[in-house]
Structures are given as structure tokens and as C-alpha cells.
């Protein structure tokens, strides 16, 4: 397992943009396919993104195709998630998550991830 640490949460006004950052420790980062998982009110968590270990490979929500890219650095342990053309229905914690495997099989099932950060609040104002 790895330890997980969000950042990059704010506050913004809809049609900004925010970057936020998971630092994870441990030296297996690089192995784990990791995700993006955010959670609104009153509501179930949804997988936002999802990366393979070695960044070749990424899947989107649809709901925010074309405005959320996720990427990740594996020589500085650290996954990002920018998001544009923020929207008031994109807030909610954000939570980056880690988890082993094959990365087309489950990456949207929170319960197939096995490591979590503490979430970040985003709160996008109309």
C-alpha cells in the first residue's frame, strides 16, 4: 500500500480552472494504476479519471471528457488531475485512490482500490 496526500482544493468561480495534486509515499508508486474519485453531497462516490502505472493508458467519467485531464509524474510520486471549464455539479471531495491489477478491469469500481487519500474540497461557485 501507499500513502496518499491530496492537495489543490479550492474555491472557484465556474469556468475557472484548478489543478490538484495526490503525493503519495512509498517506493511501489510507480507499479499502482491510480484514480480520481469524487464525492458530492447526499451522493454515491464516482470514479472522475483513472491512469495506468505508466501513464500510457487513461479513462474519463464522460461527464467531464474534454474539461478534467489526469496525468502523473512517477519520478516525483505524484498524480495531478486538472480540471477547466469547472462547473457548480463538479463539486464535491475529490479523492485519488491506488490500486493494482489489470487497469480496464474495475478502474471505476471504488471498492477495487486498496489505497485513499484524505480528499480535497472543490466547490465551484455559480
Known amino acids: 500500500q501507499v500513502t496518499l496526500v491530496e492537495s489543490g482544493g479550492g474555491l472557484v468561480q465556474a469556468g475557472g480552472s484548478l489543478r490538484l495534486s495526490c503525493a503519495a509515499s512509498g517506493r511501489t508508486f510507480s507499479s499502482y494504476h491510480m484514480g480520481w474519485f469524487r464525492q458530492a453531497p447526499g451522493k454515491e462516490r464516482e470514479i472522475v479519471a483513472a491512469?495506468?502505472?505508466?501513464?500510457?493508458?487513461?479513462n474519463y467519467a464522460d461527464s467531464v471528457k474534454g474539461r478534467f485531464t489526469i496525468s502523473r509524474d512517477n519520478a516525483k510520486n505524484t498524480v495531478y488531475l486538472q480540471m477547466n471549464s469547472l462547473k457548480p455539479e463538479d463539486t464535491a471531495i475529490y479523492y485519488c485512490a491506488a490500486r493494482a491489477g489489470a487497469f480496464n478491469t474495475n478502474y471505476g469500481r471504488a471498492a477495487s482500490y486498496n489505497s485513499w487519500g484524505q480528499g480535497t474540497q472543490v466547490t465551484v461557485s455559480s
Open positions: 491512469i495506468s502505472w505508466s501513464g500510457s493508458n487513461t
